[in-house]
């Protein structure tokens, strides 16, 4: 867990990366807090880290240098956009706009006991709706793990009536939950959970030469090909986000495809057709 001032480090970072400077009115307007320390919080970042920033006299600001070190991974754009700073005039955040999709419906009564379960590893009896059972039916699940998969919550957990480690949509879950005991079931014997599979995605060979540089480009491939490493437990969601689960019938709409040792891989692992 990050001290306050190493979280007020990560947030100059973020900001000065993306936007190429930083100074104290960010912090202030971040953490409503004084000139004086906001000061003070950039002198003990450029102690820390005396070559990644430099200040400006005539543009009274710290440029990011070349020699930049960080604490965490920048290249998460959402991380920014979660901190985003304060333009002198206006909010960057009235120029930044995000195409909602509706979220399933969640209802803190059902998640509670949900994550006190994970949380204390415990069996839960809970009621659960699914596409072949139209009506409520209690389940006895063990769950480890919740998982979003960029539109709705799962719940990774082992059903007692399967017998096996299963996604439960958390979205569908009704009823007062009753605690069954201690879990006999953990991640660690979840061999999809612990099993992690590389997902190689090229350029869609049906693109031209040109057009498979800038689908390189944009998926920051080398030497036209992205390794993404996932959870076997997850490749499909992976595949749906990465809209490769299903195959286009132009280039221009597939775009990327999974290589051909990589199809062959997650095989095994994707949904299988009743």
């Known amino acids: ?102 979220l399933r419906n969640i209802n803190p009564q059902q998640v509670r006991p949900i994550l006190r379960a994970i949380r204390e590893k415990l069996a839960i009896d809970i009621g659960y709706l699914s596409l072949a059972n139209p009506d409520y039916l209690d389940r006895i699940i063990q769950p480890h793990s919740l998982i ?46 612990n099993t992690w599979i590389d997902i190689v995605i090229e350029p869609d060979p049906r693109l031209s030469g040109l057009q498979k540089q800038i689908i390189a480009k944009d998926y920051q491939m080398e030497s036209g090909r992205k390794v993404i490493p996932v959870r076997a437990a997850l490749v499909n969601y992976l595949l749906k986000r990465l809209n490769i689960d299903h195959y286009q019938n132009t280039p221009e709409a597939q775009q990327i495809v999974l290589s051909t040792e990589c199809r062959k891989a997650v095989t095994p692992y994707l949904p299988q057709p009743t």
Request: with cysteine.
């Open 148 to 193: 979003f998969d960029g539109l709705r919550w799962h719940v990774r957990a082992y059903c007692n009536k399967n017998q096996s480690f299963r996604d439960f949509s958390l979205s569908r879950f009704n009823g007062e939950a009753i605690v069954e005991g201690k879990a006999t079931h953990f991640a660690e014997q979840d061999e999809r959970w």
């Open 1 to 102: 867990m990050l001290d306050k001032i190493d979280q007020r480090f990560v947030f100059i970072e973020n900001i000065a990366w993306w936007e190429g400077q930083i100074n104290t009115r960010h912090l202030r307007e971040k953490y409503s807090i004084s000139q004086a320390t906001a000061q003070k919080t950039l002198k003990q970042y450029q102690q820390k880290f005396p070559n990644n920033l430099t200040y400006s006299q005539s543009e009274k600001t710290f440029i990011v240098n070349d020699e930049f070190t960080y604490l965490t991974d920048l290249n998460n754009f959402s991380r920014y956009l979660s901190n985003v700073s304060l333009d002198e005039k206006t909010p960057i955040s009235d120029h930044i706009f995000e195409v909602e999709a509706p």
